[in-house]
């Protein structure tokens, strides 16, 4: 059924208007310097103006390719009638930014909204794709709430080594698991750093890329079956300009994030992660993201949308194949007719269509990466939301990256305070751990990171590599990189930086997990608990001045979203004034 909106502006409506008709010294200004860049008048006092928000830089290596992407997209824009203005923000490129990618995802978000906001724009082309772009660049945008599109800098191409599929990120922790156990040789493992990322894109295993880029695409925010295009196919540089010549329509027809944008599309969007077996970040990402769109979800919401959902993507790390396979088989729209009782078809995406109407014709090439429900790669299910009384405001965990034999498991905490501690004691031949000791590491949340690394997948104690022993019960407060695997438990709100139960806990007492029950608890009364807190004092170090002091001093916690307190939620954008 054609859905398409019906223009609704016209050209005196248009938001760039506003700086560039009136006669006055003011916008004088503004056409005189526009022309100072070689523009004619004609190219901008005609048309909607349009920004593309590029995150490249030459330390995003995920995003090498976006400076070329994004001529495409100015193609598309000036063939459909815009003008095209590309605007640089904050590259994040997950590998090489310290502390953490996450520190900066807000700040992300805030100069998206603000570049926006500030500047004579009409409607936007969001670029990116490594991990906090993705939820960096959709805050920013539902925020500033002009009509925008996301194009996702696409997975980087399937490598090999000796014969496997090697996929960034979660090969990374394989082989070096194989190393500390002796089965790898130092040459073998340096030969390998030129073997997992073969080209520019993003993570080619279901990462926190790939989830976040589909779940966008779920939720009706990029054309159809973009995420999943290699960044480096040609396909990509089409889908690059078809997306420049569809923004210019939705300024036109005044297809806005709150004009579309609402629980249906969250929907879509936790269908959507848990048939991936997406990465435990999506949980945070999307609570903030949902906030920014005038929808609130919580951690329960997430686990009720999704329930039931199996993982159908056969894709590391849950499964075996990697984004490239996915895309062959026919992408996001090829898995979601296979869960479509469980989504909301007549949302409406940006190319005006509903996600209905997009799936029409949608058909799987390959049951071996996109699962038929009857044979799906885990029911476990991509995320389970845990609480008990060391995560009152919950934790969670992936079931289907998890083993098994652990998902109930009762064993005695050995406590790490830092990942400094961790570092310099998790390997000592003494260590008095087994393999059915818990790890815990404390201070890795939000505020004690600062910014909650991906510190989360604790590595297993070598003396135990040696032995055999690949996965044990590991519970923080931290973050786990999404192309990583096992029994991690994540996210404990509230963190130990901020006095929650996990600061109380001492090496030898018990800790009990069962997944299927959804609890998380230390085997400690209430009275002992009390009486611990009453002993433990905060020890966060808040810097004098910057980005980090004003991170500690507005960042909530991981049920919440992390979002910033005076950003998170819907704000009716204000204008600025134009004197
Ligand atoms: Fe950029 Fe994984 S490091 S997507």
Redesign the pocket.
């Known amino acids: 059924m054609e859905a398409r909106s019906k223009v609704k502006k016209r050209l005196e409506d248009l938001r760039s208007q506003r700086w560039l008709a009136p006669d006055n010294t003011r916008s004088f200004a503004h056409r005189q310097r526009l022309q100072q860049m070689g523009l004619r008048r004609e190219e901008f006092m005609s048309r909607p103006v349009i920004a593309i928000v590029n995150t490249w830089s030459d330390l995003s290596?995920?995003h090498a390719h976006l400076r070329e992407r994004a001529e495409a997209v100015k193609r598309g824009i000036l063939q459909a009638g815009g003008m095209p203005f590309e605007l640089p923000a904050m590259s994040l490129?997950?590998?090489l930014v310290k502390p953490t990618t996450m520190l900066y995802r807000n700040f992300l978000a805030m100069e998206v909204e603000e570049l926006l906001r500030s500047l004579p724009i009409d409607g936007a082309v969001l670029l990116g794709?490594?991990?906090k772009t993705v939820p960096g660049l959709l805050m920013g945008a539902f925020s500033a709430n002009l009509p925008c599109i996301f194009v996702p800098a696409g997975p980087m191409l399937n490598d090999r080594y000796r014969g496997e599929k090697v996929g960034?990120?979660t090969h990374t922790r394989k082989f070096w698991d194989e190393k500390q156990a002796g089965h790898l040789s130092g040459k073998e493992w340096i030969v390998l750093e030129s073997h997992m990322s073969r080209t520019p894109g993003?993570?080619n295993t279901m990462?926190?890329?790939s989830t976040m880029t589909l779940i966008a695409e779920a939720m009706g925010l990029t054309l159809p079956n973009a995420a999943s295009i290699p960044a480096m196919d040609s396909a990509h540089t089409r889908m690059a300009s078809e997306s420049g010549a569809r923004i210019v329509e939705m300024v036109w027809e005044d297809l806005k994030p709150s004009s579309f944008f609402n629980e249906k599309s969250v929907l879509n969007g936790v269908a959507a992660y848990m048939a991936i077996g997406g990465s435990t970040n999506a949980a945070i990402h999307l609570i903030a993201i949902a906030g920014r769109g005038n929808v609130s979800l919580t951690l329960d919401d997430i686990q009720r949308l999704g329930k039931g959902v199996p993982v159908l993507a056969n894709v590391l790390p849950s499964g075996s194949n990697l984004m490239e396979d996915f895309y062959y088989a026919g992408g996001l729209p090829a898995l979601l007719r296979r869960v479509h009782d469980r989504l909301s078809l007549n949302s409406m995406t940006v190319n005006g269509r509903t996600l209905g109407d997009n799936l029409e014709g949608a058909q799987c090439e390959d049951d071996e990466v996109v699962r038929p429900l009857a044979r799906p790669v885990s029911e476990a299910g991509a995320l389970a939301v845990l609480r008990g009384n060391l995560a009152p405001a919950g934790a969670v965990i992936k079931p289907s990256g998890a083993s098994g034999k652990f998902s109930k498991h009762s064993g005695r905490a050995l406590v790490f305070d830092s990942m400094v501690d961790l570092n310099a004691r998790i390997n000592d031949p003494e260590l008095d751990v087994d393999e059915n000791t818990v790890l815990v590491l404390r201070n890795g949340g939000p505020l004690g990171g600062p910014g909650m690394p991906e510190w989360g997948n604790l590595p297993i104690p070598k003396k135990l590599l040696e032995k055999g022993v690949r996965d044990m019960v590991r519970i923080s407060d931290a973050r786990m990189s999404g192309?990583h695997y096992g029994t991690c438990v994540l996210h404990v709100a509230p963190e130990s930086a901020a006095g929650g139960p996990l600061a109380l806990i001492r090496t030898g007492d018990v800790i009990d997990l069962d997944v299927a029950a959804g609890r998380l608890d230390v085997q400690l009364s209430d009275e002992e608990l009390e009486q611990r807190r009453s002993q433990w004092k905060p020890d966060v170090k808040k810097p004098p001045r910057g980005y980090t002091k004003l991170f500690l001093e507005h960042v909530t916690q991981a049920n919440e979203g992390c979002d910033f307190d005076f950003l998170a939620g819907w704000h009716e954008p204000v204008e600025p004034p134009i004197y």
């Open positions: 290596p995920c490129g997950e590998v794709g490594c991990d960034a990120g993003t993570c990462g926190t890329a192309t």
